[in-house]
């Protein structure tokens, strides 16, 4: 189980990214996916969550009408779209899915004028 995730960059606050994850070695399309991310000295959070099929989707408070979880399952890839980032979105995003214990080496974002 391998995950790749890419689409990271410095952007002012108010700005945009995409993040994505290439996932293989398992059936992506049976799994539920997750985006964490953790900023210096701070703990791992979860930032996001959707169902195999993308039928259900779930965020966290603070980046709740700011961020969009999507896949393709087709393409083996999740999708995190931020939109009106914010200085405190700065850190390492990681995707994964509950079911493996597999991280992947995650994506920097860092968010400042």
């Known amino acids: 189980v391998q995950f790749v995730e890419s689409g990271g960059g410095l952007v002012q606050p108010g700005g945009s990214l995409t993040l994505s994850c290439v996932a293989s070695?398992?059936?992506?399309?049976?799994?539920?996916m997750r985006w964490y991310r953790q900023a210096p000295g701070k703990e791992r959070e979860l930032v996001a969550v959707i169902g195999n099929s993308g039928e259900y989707t779930n965020y966290a408070d603070s980046v709740k009408g700011r961020f969009t979880i999507s896949r393709d399952n087709w393409k083996s890839t999740l999708y995190l779209r931020m939109d009106n980032l914010k200085p405190e979105d700065t850190g390492r995003y990681y995707c994964?899915?509950?079911?493996?214990?597999?991280w992947g080496q995650g994506t920097q974002v860092t968010v400042q004028s």
């Open positions: 994964m899915s509950p079911a493996w214990t597999a």
């Open positions: 070695g398992f059936a992506f399309g049976g799994f539920s």
